[in-house]
């Protein structure tokens, strides 16, 4: 066999490329991994803290909405952002701050002083850090792996994030939150200092090159094209509205569970754990499937299922 020296310079190059391409796939995939592992366990640890200081539903909802608020109010930033510096740097300076709040959150959980004012402030710095934090992190993959293995590496990292964020993540959470919150809290401490390790190892480019000439828009400019754009396409702006809904749905859902299952379920916070965990099993299920389900009955049908299902779950608790 051939040393890579003795290859013609091209399949030597294209024998480089994929290997530096495979590595940057295992490094992408265990970041999304341990970093959405932190983040599952840090949405459920917040709620069910924040139920041993009220029993009021909307501020428990509250502490939901701090968390996921940042993706409507900042996304759009964020990805003009995301385009016009390094991803990589983004990525690590969301993880740092992530390090600070959670470690404060620990701070004050070890030393009894947590209160839903700090859970909220820390909820809304860590909802806006994770925007910036995933939204780079999406974006390094055409940065870092070759087209050809796009596709492959795209599946992974969203099998991963439905793994580890909706199944692991809750289920640890819950287990940790019934031994003490600042377990819960120093786990996800942890979390995402290993993920700013991980990212050390990613090889490439991680910034767009723009042409010397090239005039840069200003940032408003750049999201109302973006938004102009949507809405002229119809499939995108219907799917766009449709998700808006559900999601909305869902977050409402979402952010009532956490005293509902301790109250009159009567559920503890590891068997919360475990009923949000089983979301993530469904999850799974749902990536396996719809492939074939797709080619059997087509993508329309197969997200009015998706509706419909989601509904069903929505009002199951209340009937």
């Given amino acids: 066999m051939p040393s890579q020296q003795d290859l013609p310079a091209d399949t030597a190059g294209a024998a480089v490329a994929r290997e530096v391409s495979g590595r940057n796939t295992a490094v992408l995939v265990g970041f999304t991994a341990l970093s959405n592992l932190a983040d599952g366990v840090m949405k459920i640890a917040l709620p069910l803290v924040a139920t041993s200081l009220t029993s009021s539903p909307a501020l428990i909802s509250g502490v939901m909405l701090t968390l996921s608020l940042p993706w409507l109010l900042t996304a759009l930033h964020v990805g003009v952002l995301v385009d016009r510096y390094d991803r990589r740097k983004l990525v690590w300076a969301a993880n740092g701050i992530q390090i ?23 909820g809304a710095v860590l909802g806006v850090a994770e925007v910036l934090a995933m939204t780079s992190a999406a974006a390094l993959v055409p940065d870092v792996v070759a087209a050809s293995g796009r596709e492959r590496v795209n599946s992974w990292v969203a099998g991963a994030e439905t793994v580890c964020q909706e199944f692991a993540g809750p289920f640890i959470g819950g287990l940790l939150v019934g031994v003490g919150a600042s377990f819960a809290l120093g786990a996800t401490f942890v979390g995402y200092t290993l993920t700013a390790v ?28 973006g938004l102009r754009f949507l809405w002229q396409q119809r499939l995108l702006r219907v799917l766009a509205l449709a998700v808006a809904v559900l999601g909305s749905c ?23 754990g475990l009923l949000v965990g089983a979301l993530g099993v469904g999850g799974i299920l749902g990536t396996v499937v719809v492939g074939p389900f797709n080619r059997l009955f087509g993508r329309r049908r197969a997200m009015v299922c998706t509706v419909v299902l989601t509904s069903l779950l929505v009002v199951a608790p209340a009937l």
């Fill in 198 to 225: 991980i990212l050390v190892f990613l090889v490439g480019r991680f910034r767009v090159a723009a042409a010397p000439d090239e005039v840069t828009p200003p940032v408003h400019a750049q999201i109302s094209e």
């Fill in 100 to 122: 600070v709040v959670v470690g404060f959150l620990v701070a004050l959980a070890a030393s009894d002083a947590l209160s839903l004012p700090a859970i909220y402030v820390c």
């Fill in 250 to 272: 869902w977050g409402a859902w979402y952010a009532v569970m956490p005293l509902y299952a301790t109250g009159p379920m009567g559920l503890s916070a590891a068997d919360y």
